[in-house]
Structures are given as C-alpha cells and as structure tokens.
C-alpha cells in the first residue's frame, strides 16, 4: 500500500504563488510515478502535471503554461507543485496521486493506483 499526504494549500490572492508538497509512505519503492489533478467545483477532476518517479521529462497540462514546475524528491519520498502567478480559475481542490504502471497514460485519472485526501487552493480576484 502506499498513503499520500497533500499540504501547503491556502487562500492567496491572484498574482501569488503556493508550494504543494505530497509526502508519500509505505511500500514507496513500487512507484512509478506520480503527479497532480486539480478539481473545481461542478467540474471533473483535470490533469495538471506528472513525474516519473526514477527518469523522464514532467508532462504538463495547457493550461499551467509556464506558471507551475512539477518537481520530486526522491529521497524524502516527496512530490511538489510549484505554483507562480496564480488566477481565479486555478481555484480547486488539488490531489496528489500515484501509479504503479508506466504503459498507461499520465493523463488520464483512471490510470493513478493511489490519490491522497487532497488539499485547498483558493484564488481571489
């Protein structure tokens, strides 16, 4: 099993910016990758950005455009969302997830084995 804990969501203002961290526990080492889905209300859950867990280049959905960097720490067992510039529409609740698999698509939800409870990000205008 693997457990994943989403923090560092808050309440900024648009321009700002947020780091989320997702600390990721038990069997660790079976990981393939991980990455982040955002989801607004009345809206279905959305790809943001993924990272393998061991090598290759970070995917990133459209709409980051620059403002946000997906990162890893391999030896803390940590996962990061670097986010800049952030607007109104990136209101969301954010959710860490991991696969097991790297022959599926990173941007589909249906593809991640483990998702954490998630975590709040709110933009006001």
């Known amino acids: 099993q693997v457990q994943l804990v989403e923090s560092g969501g808050g309440l900024v203002q648009t321009g700002g910016s947020l780091r989320l961290s997702c600390a990721a526990s038990?069997?660790?080492?079976?990981?393939?990758?991980m990455g982040w889905f955002r989801q607004a209300p009345g809206k279905e859950r959305e790809f943001v950005a993924a990272?393998?867990?061991?090598?290759?280049?970070?995917n990133y959905a459209d709409f980051v455009k620059g403002r946000f960097t997906i990162s890893r720490d391999n030896a803390k067992n940590t996962l990061y969302l670097q986010m800049y510039s952030l607007k109104p529409e990136d209101t969301a609740v954010y959710y860490c997830a991991a696969r097991l698999t790297g022959y599926v698509s990173p941007y589909s939800s249906s593809s991640y084995d483990y998702w954490g409870q998630g975590t709040q990000v709110t933009v006001s205008s």
């Open positions: 038990g069997r660790v080492f079976s990981m393939y990758a």
């Open positions: 990272i393998a867990w061991t090598a290759g280049t970070p």
